[in-house]
């Protein structure tokens, strides 16, 4: 494969592509798409736990839901499946409503951070922190590639995402971002630990679903 045709492969994608998998209704289940919706979701809550046992700064929701759990005294699992529930309250105004990939998506990205952050080693070394944080992005971006193209519904972070493309028409990279930035600011105000690791997460995630996006419908389309 060419340099440009590599690129081309990468190029992002502006919107939510349909696939072989994507359901008809939030409740269109099959064995393969619900395999499909549930293996996003676990990657993409190992992949946030990457990013926290880099040690160099979590994840926006992960800075907020740290700040949460240490006002409240709950544990990051808690505190994450609790933020997700109250998210879908911003649903309201933008029309979305829950589906089955929703309600799997509060469980069992919170179970995945938990089984993350318990097995991976915390990194001491800077350069292998970047390394865990770059990876974790990486892996988020494809773990929601995969999820929200199976039509399941949206969990409550990504609901806002594609509420807010739809409701504007502004590219979905572009509203990732913003939320990803406005959530950093409201946990560093609670004082979550924020660091290189937010910065690269806040700035990066938007392009790495937008690729991800791109890569899963140009191989679905052949």
């Known amino acids: 494969m060419s340099t440009n045709a590599f690129m081309e492969f990468l190029r992002p994608h502006k919107t939510v592509p349909r696939t072989p998998w994507t359901a008809t209704s939030k409740w269109d ?10 293996f996003g979701l676990f990657i993409f809550g190992l992949g946030d736990a ?11 929701w992960s ?12 544990s990051m699992g808690w505190s994450t499946l609790g933020i997700s529930a109250l998210v879908l309250f911003g ?33 001491h070394n800077y350069i292998s922190g ?10 988020v971006g494809l773990a929601s590639s995969l999820y929200i193209t199976c039509g399941l519904g949206p ?23 913003i939320i990803e930035g406005s959530v950093f600011l409201l946990g560093w105000a609670l ?15 938007g392009q790495s679903i937008a ?11 052949r």
């Open 63 to 74: 800075v907020l839901a740290q700040g949460v759990s240490q006002h409240l005294h709950v």
């Open 130 to 139: 970047i390394i865990f944080s770059l990876i974790g992005i990486g892996m």
């Open 155 to 177: 969990g409550p972070r990504d609901g806002l995402m594609t509420g807010i493309h739809n409701q504007t028409g502004i590219r979905v990279g572009r509203v990732r971002m």
């Open 50 to 60: 990457l990013v926290i046992q880099g040690n160099i700064g979590n994840g926006p």
């Open 211 to 221: 690729i991800f996006l791109g890569v899963v419908s140009r191989l679905t389309s």
């Open 91 to 123: 649903w309201i105004p933008l029309r979305e409503k829950p589906g089955f990939g929703t309600i799997s998506n509060i469980l069992i990205i919170a179970l995945a951070i938990q089984l993350g952050t318990t097995y991976f080693p915390l990194q």
């Open 29 to 38: 289940l099959s064995m393969a798409r619900v395999l499909i919706l549930w």
């Open 191 to 205: 004082g979550g630990t924020v660091g290189l690791g937010t910065l690269l997460f806040a700035l990066l995630i």
